[in-house]
Protein backbone atom coordinates (compact mmCIF):
# COMPACT_ATOMS: atom_id res chain seq x y z
CA UNK A 1 0.00 0.00 0.00
CA UNK A 2 2.93 2.15 1.04
CA UNK A 3 4.88 1.61 -2.22
CA UNK A 4 1.02 2.37 -4.36
CA UNK A 5 0.84 5.89 -2.92
CA UNK A 6 4.39 6.37 -3.43
CA UNK A 7 3.76 5.63 -7.05
CA UNK A 8 0.66 7.76 -7.20
CA UNK A 9 2.94 10.92 -5.58
CA UNK A 10 5.66 9.96 -8.06
CA UNK A 11 2.82 10.43 -11.28
CA UNK A 12 1.38 13.39 -9.77
CA UNK A 13 4.41 15.08 -9.72
CA UNK A 14 5.91 14.18 -12.87
CA UNK A 15 2.37 15.02 -13.96
CA UNK A 16 2.45 18.18 -12.85
CA UNK A 17 5.95 18.94 -13.84
CA UNK A 18 5.04 18.31 -17.17
CA UNK A 19 2.14 20.65 -17.05
CA UNK A 20 4.46 23.56 -15.69
CA UNK A 21 7.08 22.47 -18.54
CA UNK A 22 4.40 22.56 -21.17
CA UNK A 23 2.78 26.18 -19.67
CA UNK A 24 6.35 27.86 -19.74
CA UNK A 25 7.29 26.81 -23.44
CA UNK A 26 3.81 27.53 -25.06
CA UNK A 27 3.84 31.13 -22.64
CA UNK A 28 7.09 31.83 -24.52
CA UNK A 29 6.20 31.25 -27.18
CA UNK A 30 2.83 33.02 -27.53
CA UNK A 31 4.66 35.81 -26.02
CA UNK A 32 7.22 35.66 -28.73
CA UNK A 33 4.58 35.89 -31.61
CA UNK A 34 2.42 37.97 -29.80
CA UNK A 35 5.29 41.56 -29.37
CA UNK A 36 6.17 40.73 -33.08
CA UNK A 37 2.77 41.08 -34.71
CA UNK A 38 3.00 44.15 -36.89
CA UNK A 39 -0.65 44.78 -37.17
CA UNK A 40 -4.12 45.15 -35.75
CA UNK A 41 -6.10 45.02 -32.42
CA UNK A 42 -3.02 43.67 -30.57
CA UNK A 43 -0.49 46.07 -32.37
CA UNK A 44 -2.68 49.06 -31.47
CA UNK A 45 -1.48 48.05 -27.63
CA UNK A 46 1.85 47.02 -28.56
CA UNK A 47 2.90 50.46 -30.38
CA UNK A 48 1.01 52.69 -27.69
CA UNK A 49 3.41 50.83 -24.92
CA UNK A 50 6.78 49.91 -26.78
CA UNK A 51 6.60 52.47 -29.72
CA UNK A 52 5.18 55.09 -29.86
CA UNK A 53 6.62 58.76 -30.08
CA UNK A 54 4.42 60.86 -31.84
CA UNK A 55 3.14 64.39 -30.80
CA UNK A 56 -0.68 63.98 -31.64
CA UNK A 57 -2.25 60.30 -30.12
CA UNK A 58 -6.01 59.27 -30.54
CA UNK A 59 -7.33 57.21 -27.56
CA UNK A 60 -10.85 55.67 -27.60
CA UNK A 61 -12.50 52.32 -28.32
CA UNK A 62 -13.37 50.97 -31.69
CA UNK A 63 -14.95 54.60 -32.67
CA UNK A 64 -11.94 56.11 -32.68
CA UNK A 65 -9.75 53.28 -34.39
CA UNK A 66 -12.42 53.25 -37.04
CA UNK A 67 -13.26 57.30 -37.42
CA UNK A 68 -10.23 58.96 -37.56
CA UNK A 69 -7.84 59.15 -40.01
CA UNK A 70 -4.53 59.82 -38.30
CA UNK A 71 -2.96 60.11 -41.18
CA UNK A 72 -4.49 62.99 -42.87
CA UNK A 73 -4.13 64.73 -39.64
CA UNK A 74 -0.28 63.97 -39.94
CA UNK A 75 -0.06 65.17 -43.67
CA UNK A 76 -2.32 68.32 -43.11
CA UNK A 77 -0.47 69.64 -39.47
CA UNK A 78 3.22 67.68 -40.37
CA UNK A 79 3.49 66.19 -37.22
CA UNK A 80 3.62 62.60 -36.62
CA UNK A 81 -0.29 61.35 -35.03
CA UNK A 82 -0.97 57.81 -34.35
CA UNK A 83 -4.59 56.00 -33.42
CA UNK A 84 -4.31 53.83 -30.20
CA UNK A 85 -8.29 53.40 -30.53
CA UNK A 86 -9.20 49.92 -29.59
CA UNK A 87 -12.01 47.89 -29.82
CA UNK A 88 -14.60 47.13 -26.77
CA UNK A 89 -12.32 49.33 -24.25
CA UNK A 90 -13.86 52.20 -22.22
CA UNK A 91 -12.07 54.65 -20.35
CA UNK A 92 -10.17 52.60 -18.35
CA UNK A 93 -8.57 51.18 -20.95
CA UNK A 94 -7.76 54.42 -22.20
CA UNK A 95 -6.51 55.65 -18.21
CA UNK A 96 -4.22 52.51 -17.58
CA UNK A 97 -2.14 53.08 -21.05
CA UNK A 98 -2.21 57.00 -21.01
CA UNK A 99 -0.51 56.96 -17.61
CA UNK A 100 1.96 54.61 -18.66
CA UNK A 101 2.81 56.48 -21.50
CA UNK A 102 3.60 59.17 -20.03
CA UNK A 103 5.97 57.74 -17.80
CA UNK A 104 8.13 57.71 -20.85
CA UNK A 105 7.19 60.62 -22.81
CA UNK A 106 4.59 63.53 -23.00
CA UNK A 107 2.74 63.78 -26.01
CA UNK A 108 1.91 67.44 -27.17
CA UNK A 109 -1.87 66.76 -28.30
CA UNK A 110 -4.29 63.66 -27.19
CA UNK A 111 -7.87 63.65 -28.46
CA UNK A 112 -9.95 61.26 -26.25
CA UNK A 113 -13.08 59.95 -28.14
CA UNK A 114 -15.55 59.28 -25.59
CA UNK A 115 -19.26 57.38 -26.34
CA UNK A 116 -22.54 59.18 -25.83
CA UNK A 117 -22.93 56.81 -22.86
CA UNK A 118 -19.42 56.77 -22.01
CA UNK A 119 -20.20 56.77 -18.39
CA UNK A 120 -22.39 53.75 -18.94
CA UNK A 121 -20.63 51.53 -21.33
CA UNK A 122 -18.92 48.59 -20.40
CA UNK A 123 -19.85 49.36 -16.46
CA UNK A 124 -18.43 47.11 -13.84
CA UNK A 125 -16.80 43.79 -14.34
CA UNK A 126 -17.34 43.99 -18.58
CA UNK A 127 -14.94 46.94 -18.87
CA UNK A 128 -12.81 45.76 -16.15
CA UNK A 129 -12.00 42.20 -17.95
CA UNK A 130 -11.42 43.97 -21.12
CA UNK A 131 -9.16 46.47 -19.99
CA UNK A 132 -6.97 43.80 -17.97
CA UNK A 133 -6.93 41.18 -20.98
CA UNK A 134 -6.10 43.53 -23.33
CA UNK A 135 -3.10 44.66 -20.44
CA UNK A 136 -2.05 41.30 -19.04
CA UNK A 137 1.06 40.94 -21.34
CA UNK A 138 2.61 44.21 -20.16
CA UNK A 139 1.90 44.05 -16.75
CA UNK A 140 5.50 44.26 -15.66
CA UNK A 141 5.13 47.83 -16.80
CA UNK A 142 4.88 49.68 -13.16
CA UNK A 143 1.81 51.60 -14.34
CA UNK A 144 0.06 48.95 -15.98
CA UNK A 145 0.75 46.82 -12.98
CA UNK A 146 -0.75 49.48 -10.40
CA UNK A 147 -4.18 49.95 -12.72
CA UNK A 148 -4.69 46.01 -13.03
CA UNK A 149 -3.83 45.57 -9.40
CA UNK A 150 -6.50 48.22 -8.24
CA UNK A 151 -8.57 46.49 -9.94
CA UNK A 152 -7.63 42.81 -8.76
CA UNK A 153 -4.40 42.13 -7.92
CA UNK A 154 -5.08 38.31 -8.10
CA UNK A 155 -4.89 38.78 -12.28
CA UNK A 156 -0.80 39.55 -11.74
CA UNK A 157 -0.44 36.93 -9.26
CA UNK A 158 -1.66 34.41 -12.16
CA UNK A 159 0.26 35.70 -14.89
CA UNK A 160 3.45 35.53 -12.74
CA UNK A 161 2.26 32.00 -12.15
CA UNK A 162 1.34 30.72 -15.47
CA UNK A 163 3.00 31.75 -18.37
CA UNK A 164 0.06 31.58 -20.91
CA UNK A 165 -2.61 33.12 -18.33
CA UNK A 166 -1.98 36.76 -20.34
CA UNK A 167 -2.57 35.13 -23.50
CA UNK A 168 -5.32 32.54 -22.86
CA UNK A 169 -8.70 34.49 -23.96
CA UNK A 170 -6.70 35.59 -27.19
CA UNK A 171 -4.76 32.58 -28.99
CA UNK A 172 -7.09 32.01 -31.74
CA UNK A 173 -6.58 35.81 -32.53
CA UNK A 174 -2.67 35.62 -31.98
CA UNK A 175 -2.24 32.76 -33.83
CA UNK A 176 -4.37 34.14 -36.45
CA UNK A 177 -2.49 37.55 -36.72
CA UNK A 178 0.54 35.83 -36.58
CA UNK A 179 -0.02 33.16 -39.25
CA UNK A 180 -2.08 35.85 -41.55
CA UNK A 181 -5.36 34.27 -40.92
CA UNK A 182 -6.35 37.67 -39.87
CA UNK A 183 -5.08 40.64 -41.26
CA UNK A 184 -6.50 44.52 -40.49
CA UNK A 185 -4.82 46.67 -42.52
CA UNK A 186 -3.87 50.30 -40.40
CA UNK A 187 -2.53 53.50 -41.75
CA UNK A 188 -1.02 55.08 -38.11
CA UNK A 189 -3.67 52.93 -36.47
CA UNK A 190 -6.47 53.57 -38.32
CA UNK A 191 -8.40 50.52 -39.31
CA UNK A 192 -11.36 51.25 -41.96
CA UNK A 193 -14.80 49.64 -41.94
CA UNK A 194 -15.81 49.55 -45.78
CA UNK A 195 -19.07 49.70 -47.17
CA UNK A 196 -22.33 49.65 -44.72
CA UNK A 197 -25.04 47.59 -43.04
CA UNK A 198 -27.68 50.55 -42.61
CA UNK A 199 -30.26 50.83 -45.32
CA UNK A 200 -31.99 53.75 -44.75
CA UNK A 201 -31.91 57.75 -43.66
CA UNK A 202 -29.76 57.48 -40.44
CA UNK A 203 -32.43 58.05 -37.21
CA UNK A 204 -30.82 59.29 -33.96
CA UNK A 205 -32.07 56.18 -31.57
CA UNK A 206 -32.28 56.73 -28.18
CA UNK A 207 -33.60 54.19 -25.46
CA UNK A 208 -36.25 54.57 -23.37
CA UNK A 209 -35.26 52.69 -20.25
CA UNK A 210 -32.89 55.05 -17.59
CA UNK A 211 -28.98 53.86 -17.41
CA UNK A 212 -26.94 54.70 -14.78
CA UNK A 213 -23.72 56.45 -15.07
CA UNK A 214 -21.10 54.47 -13.43
CA UNK A 215 -19.06 56.27 -10.42
CA UNK A 216 -15.52 54.48 -11.73
CA UNK A 217 -16.18 55.53 -14.72
CA UNK A 218 -16.85 58.92 -13.97
CA UNK A 219 -13.92 59.00 -11.92
CA UNK A 220 -11.38 57.67 -14.05
CA UNK A 221 -12.78 59.89 -17.07
CA UNK A 222 -11.41 62.87 -14.44
CA UNK A 223 -8.60 61.16 -13.92
CA UNK A 224 -7.49 61.49 -17.64
CA UNK A 225 -8.13 64.96 -17.33
CA UNK A 226 -6.21 65.53 -14.59
CA UNK A 227 -3.28 63.37 -16.24
CA UNK A 228 -3.04 65.47 -19.48
CA UNK A 229 -2.93 68.67 -17.52
CA UNK A 230 -0.32 67.66 -14.69
CA UNK A 231 1.60 66.85 -17.73
CA UNK A 232 0.67 70.03 -20.12
CA UNK A 233 -0.58 67.62 -22.30
CA UNK A 234 -2.88 69.02 -24.85
CA UNK A 235 -7.01 67.53 -24.57
CA UNK A 236 -9.36 67.76 -27.07
CA UNK A 237 -12.37 65.17 -25.65
CA UNK A 238 -14.50 64.33 -29.04
CA UNK A 239 -18.16 62.59 -28.80
CA UNK A 240 -17.99 61.10 -32.68
CA UNK A 241 -20.74 61.03 -35.10
CA UNK A 242 -23.06 57.85 -34.41
CA UNK A 243 -26.68 56.96 -34.75
CA UNK A 244 -27.50 56.13 -31.23
CA UNK A 245 -27.85 58.03 -28.23
CA UNK A 246 -27.71 55.13 -25.60
CA UNK A 247 -27.69 57.31 -22.47
CA UNK A 248 -27.86 61.26 -22.69
CA UNK A 249 -27.01 61.95 -19.55
CA UNK A 250 -23.51 60.65 -20.07
CA UNK A 251 -23.63 64.06 -22.58
CA UNK A 252 -24.62 66.38 -19.95
CA UNK A 253 -22.24 65.01 -17.70
CA UNK A 254 -19.61 65.06 -20.08
CA UNK A 255 -20.05 68.53 -20.56
CA UNK A 256 -20.04 70.00 -17.30
CA UNK A 257 -16.74 67.95 -16.44
CA UNK A 258 -14.77 69.39 -19.60
CA UNK A 259 -16.29 72.75 -18.98
CA UNK A 260 -14.88 73.02 -15.50
CA UNK A 261 -11.55 71.97 -15.89
CA UNK A 262 -11.35 74.48 -19.42
CA UNK A 263 -11.26 70.88 -21.71
CA UNK A 264 -12.74 71.80 -24.95
CA UNK A 265 -15.57 69.66 -26.18
CA UNK A 266 -16.89 68.71 -29.54
CA UNK A 267 -19.81 66.71 -29.43
CA UNK A 268 -20.88 65.52 -33.39
CA UNK A 269 -23.17 62.94 -32.07
CA UNK A 270 -26.27 64.60 -33.28
CA UNK A 271 -24.74 66.86 -36.35
CA UNK A 272 -27.30 67.18 -38.94
CA UNK A 273 -24.34 66.63 -41.40
CA UNK A 274 -24.00 63.09 -40.29
CA UNK A 275 -27.69 61.89 -40.99
CA UNK A 276 -26.73 60.60 -44.03
CA UNK A 277 -26.85 57.00 -44.06
CA UNK A 278 -24.14 56.05 -46.33
CA UNK A 279 -21.25 57.60 -44.04
CA UNK A 280 -21.71 54.49 -41.90
CA UNK A 281 -20.85 50.82 -41.77
CA UNK A 282 -23.19 50.15 -38.77
CA UNK A 283 -24.82 51.70 -35.84
CA UNK A 284 -22.28 53.37 -34.17
CA UNK A 285 -19.12 53.26 -36.66
CA UNK A 286 -18.54 55.33 -39.63
CA UNK A 287 -17.31 53.63 -42.85
CA UNK A 288 -13.68 54.78 -44.32
CA UNK A 289 -16.13 57.31 -46.26
CA UNK A 290 -17.37 58.77 -42.95
CA UNK A 291 -14.11 58.82 -41.54
CA UNK A 292 -12.60 60.72 -43.96
CA UNK A 293 -15.28 63.50 -43.87
CA UNK A 294 -15.12 63.27 -40.55
CA UNK A 295 -11.51 63.73 -40.03
CA UNK A 296 -11.30 66.55 -42.20
CA UNK A 297 -13.86 68.27 -40.06
CA UNK A 298 -11.72 67.76 -36.99
CA UNK A 299 -8.57 69.32 -39.03
CA UNK A 300 -10.85 72.09 -39.75
CA UNK A 301 -11.66 72.84 -36.36
CA UNK A 302 -7.99 72.27 -34.76
CA UNK A 303 -7.41 74.40 -37.47
CA UNK A 304 -9.36 76.96 -36.67
CA UNK A 305 -8.05 76.85 -32.53
CA UNK A 306 -5.69 79.27 -32.26
CA UNK A 307 -3.98 77.86 -29.52
CA UNK A 308 -3.52 74.65 -31.58
CA UNK A 309 -2.59 76.34 -34.81
CA UNK A 310 0.16 78.29 -33.45
CA UNK A 311 1.91 75.08 -31.88
CA UNK A 312 1.71 73.56 -35.32
CA UNK A 313 1.67 76.58 -37.45
CA UNK A 314 -1.92 75.11 -39.08
CA UNK A 315 -3.51 77.41 -41.29
CA UNK A 316 -7.61 76.93 -41.23
CA UNK A 317 -8.58 75.21 -44.78
CA UNK A 318 -12.06 76.10 -44.88
CA UNK A 319 -15.21 76.68 -42.49
CA UNK A 320 -16.21 74.22 -39.95
CA UNK A 321 -19.51 72.36 -39.21
CA UNK A 322 -21.43 73.91 -36.78
CA UNK A 323 -20.54 71.69 -33.51
CA UNK A 324 -22.31 72.02 -30.24
CA UNK A 325 -20.27 72.69 -27.61
Same mark, same amino acid.
Given at each position: MKKTFLNAGK?? =???? =?? =????? !?AIGYYLEKIYFKLQNGEFYQTIHALTKAKEDILIFGSSRA? +???KSHIIEEHFQVPTYNLGRSGKNILYSYAVFSQ???TYKPKVVILDVQPSEFSWKAGREGEDAMIDALLPFKDFPEINKN???? !?????LLSNLFKTYPYNTDVAEILGYHYGFINDESNNGYIALKGNKISKKVKRIEKSEQVSNDPELIR?? !?????????NKVELYVVISPTTRRL?????HLIKKITQEAKIPLFNYSELPEFNDYTLFYD?? +???????????NEIVNKLSHLKLFSEKFSAKPISDSLGVKL
Open positions: ST =LLFL =LI =LFSAD !RM +HHYLLSISKI !RKSEIVF !RGFISLAKANAGSIGT +HLNDQGATEFT
